[in-house]
T-cell receptor
Framework: KNEVEQSPQNLTAQEGEFITINCSYS?????LHWLQQHPGGGIVSLFM???GKKKHGRLIATINIQEKHSSLHITASHPRDSAVYIC???????????FGTGTSLTVIP | GAGVSQSPSNKVTEKGKDVELRCDPI?????LYWYRQSLGQGLEFLIY????????KSGLPSDRFSAERTGGSVSTLTIQRTQQEDSAVYLC?????????????????FGPGTRLLVL
């Protein structure tokens, strides 16, 4: 049983396209995190949110607590956005983090 | 340094040997996390330290795994009697403090990881 489900697993887009990555979870959370992992392996935290919407540059993250769902959007996608995007949740009981399996995004010039 | 550092960056060992992996969190960060990412798999939570509190070891896969955090700063993850299935990238992250009501609601800053290969 996966506490966090992401879709799609793989995504290929043309440069400039609008991209959406979805994340659903099944437990109560204190926060949801979107992470970016580049081919070299380094992980960067993009967003941490517990309600509503956050925007940073071309990236937008939304969360619907009632529906236990979050989306990561990338506007005007660029090849440098190519990476694995990982959804993670911090459960509101205990200290556990649960991770999605990631969405591998490739943006073609 | 400005970020989380980990050492060694790569480690090759023989099955049955013990290994120690080190993490230097960002100065002033009270929370420290260890994760594992096996080849082709997602991230897996291992252990969490917060200040001087007892660590949350609920993610450790077996009693061969242990971790310490000395002086609230540097942490060492030790794997005893390594097995081939321990081969993975071991990632450390730190954050300033836990979120409200004990939740883990703070941005985490990840180290570059240690790639462990057990032959």
């Amino acid at each position: 049983k996966n506490e966090v489900e992401q879709s799609p697993q793989n995504l290929t887009a043309q440069e400039g396209e609008f991209i959406t990555i979805n994340c659903s979870y099944s437990v109560g959370i204190s926060a949801l995190h979107w992470l970016q992992q580049h081919p070299g392996g380094g992980i960067v935290s993009l967003f941490m949110l517990s309600s509503g919407k956050k925007k940073h540059g071309r990236l937008i993250a939304t969360i619907n607590i009632q529906e236990k769902h979050s989306s990561l959007h990338i506007t005007a996608s660029h090849p440098r956005d190519s990476a694995v995007y990982i959804c993670a949740i911090s459960a509101n009981t205990g200290n556990q983090f649960y991770f999605g399996t990631g969405t591998s995004l490739t943006v073609i010039p | 340094g400005a970020g989380v550092s980990q050492s060694p960056s790569n480690k090759v060992t023989e099955k049955g040997k013990d290994v120690e992996l080190r993490c230097d969190p960002i100065s002033g960060h009270t929370a420290l996390y260890w994760y594992r990412q096996s080849l082709g798999q997602g991230l897996e939570f291992l252990i969490y330290f917060q200040g001087n509190s007892a660590p949350d070891k609920s993610g450790l896969p077996s009693d061969r795994f242990s971790a310490e955090r000395t002086g609230g700063s540097v942490s060492t993850l030790t794997i005893q009697r390594t097995q081939q299935e321990d081969s993975a990238v071991y990632l450390c992250a730190s954050s300033k403090r836990p979120g409200l009501a004990g939740g883990r609601g703070e941005t985490q800053y990840f180290g570059p990881g240690t790639r462990l290969l057990v032959l």
